[in-house]
């Protein structure tokens, strides 16, 4: 059901939480009450003709995916490996011992947001660290082939790997018993992809199994500041859109510094803490996790998450938790419940110009059906090609019971194949769910909410057809 919430609660803060250290907050003039206009004016930000943003090359950027470039390898196995950390380890040395069949190959990690991104008609663009090995040929060539601006590199590379050895992607010689030698799996250099294991039981549930788990950290060594290059193309786009793993590849201040930077131009910052949050609770990972959580215009959680996070199990009151943070710029904090849809939280004080602090209002946004049946084959990549439908409706005004609709609508088509990468939401099978749920949707104001998701979508595709974006997957759609 759709509910419209402006009741205050106590905001009980999380008894885990420790203050960022001074030098790793925003800068006085993002923490002003003035700060909540950067993220509003970042939501018109080339939304119309003249004010549209480009790249140095010319180009309209509608969203930059920053850091968590990786290839998953889907394998499966009779029964997913224990929780204990050693074991996991052994498992990923034995899983590491020789290159993964090429048939289980697909792009992962943030990629599933940049192709989701990508379907929806939102121009495109990559900045993170691809390797020159094999991998990084067939993260290039799927990016490129489903309309995403080609990857700008956040490291130097080398060819001197390349010689008659085979790069898989971990910066360790794996001999091929003629004298050369092949990089082993997992991302330890800068000249090699990282690989992550999606082990699959016989009930499809999952578990990973990467470099990301064990470190050390950060796992891109001696990468103090991203290069020009990179920094161009975050600071033209009009929102930027990144996880809690940019901190398992990048020094805090690194981040920092590119994240602010954009902001400063204007861009909005889009942050999902992801199953990474459970280990930035103490220390400089907190304090990386509480920069972002302050610099971001909008948050998106998992109900798990969220309770990580902040210490409370409500969705709800999690949100507001973000929302209340002393130094917080969000305007909206989105937190995901499964088949139980979503809900969102928006600032109070949201296009008002009076700089008073009303009451946050809350959008709880149902399943795409009113049976709540989408037949749910594979869950991985939901949340990634969620936050996609999330970054449309909030860089494009939309409002948050509209954007909901069809972040419920994206997730739920991703959910009805297997796997993720090239296997997320496709416009065709959104605009369906979105059709279905504007014919039952539980009630009058949810079916009018997906019937102008539908409506909007429609927009959005032909004119991403119009600029010739990724006409492959577009042209059936629209």
């Not at 950390?85 to 697909?106: C, I, V």
């Not at 304090?287 to 948050?299: G, K, R």
Request: charged residues 15%; hydrophobic residues 40%.
């Amino acid at each position: 059901m759709l509910l419209h919430s402006t009741r205050q609660t106590a905001l009980h803060r999380g008894g885990h939480q420790i203050p960022a250290p001074e030098a790793f907050r925003a800068p006085k003039a993002a923490r002003s009450s003035k700060s909540s206009s950067g993220c509003l004016n970042a939501r018109l930000r080339g939304s119309r003709g003249s004010s549209a943003v480009h790249s140095a090359a010319g180009e309209q950027i509608d969203v930059v995916g920053l850091g968590n470039l990786c290839v998953d390898a889907v394998l499966p196995l009779p029964e997913l490996p224990p929780p204990d950390k050693e074991l996991r380890r052994q498992l990923l040395g034995t899983l590491t011992a020789s290159p993964p069949p090429r048939s289980s190959w697909e792009v992962g990690g943030n990629c599933n947001f940049m192709v989701a991104a990508a379907r929806l008609g939102l121009a495109t663009a990559s900045v993170g660290h691809i390797g020159t090995d094999i991998y990084g040929n067939f993260m290039d060539e799927v990016l490129r082939e489903e309309g995403v601006q080609a990857t700008t590199r956040i490291a130097p590379t080398s060819t001197s790997s390349s010689g008659n050895g085979t790069s898989n992607g971990n910066g360790h010689g794996a001999s091929k018993g003629n004298g050369s030698s092949a990089p082993a799996i997992g991302g330890g250099s800068l000249d090699s992809t990282l690989i992550c294991f999606v082990l699959v039981d016989p009930q499809s549930r999952h578990a990973f199994c990467s470099r990301y788990d064990f470190g050390p950290w950060p796992l891109l060594d001696g990468i103090s500041e991203l290069p020009e290059r990179a920094q161009a193309v975050l600071r033209s786009s009009r929102a930027i859109f990144t996880n809690g793993f940019i901190f398992d590849e990048l020094p805090l201040q690194a981040v920092q510094a590119c994240v602010l930077d954009a902001i400063s131009q204007g861009a909005a910052i889009f942050f999902d803490p992801g199953p990474r949050c459970q280990t930035m609770l103490e220390g400089p990972r907190r304090a990386a996790l509480d920069l972002l959580l302050d610099l971001s215009c909008v948050v998106l959680m998992t109900e798990e998450e969220a309770h990580v996070v902040t210490g409370l199990q409500d969705a709800e009151e999690a949100a507001k938790w973000v929302l209340a943070r002393p130094n917080a710029r969000a305007q909206w904090v989105v937190v995901k419940m499964g088949a139980n849809g979503a809900v969102l939280c928006t600032r109070g004080d949201a296009g008002s110009h009076t700089g008073s602090a009303a009451a946050p209002t809350t959008t709880y946004m149902g399943a795409v059906k009113a049976s709540g049946a989408v037949d749910v084959v594979d869950t991985v990549g939901c949340g990634d090609s969620f936050a996609a439908a999330i970054v449309m409706g909030f860089i494009n005004g939309w409002a948050p019971d509209v954007t909901l609709g069809l972040a419920n609508a994206v997730g739920g088509a991703t959910a009805t194949g297997r796997g993720a990468g090239r296997n997320v939401a496709r416009p065709e099978t959104v605009l369906r769910l979105l059709g279905e749920g504007a014919a039952g949707g539980v009630n009058a104001e949810q079916r009018a909410a997906f019937a102008q998701a539908k409506g909007l979508l429609l927009q959005q595709l032909a004119k991403a057809q119009g600029r010739g974006l990724a006409q492959g997957q577009l042209s059936a759609a629209a």
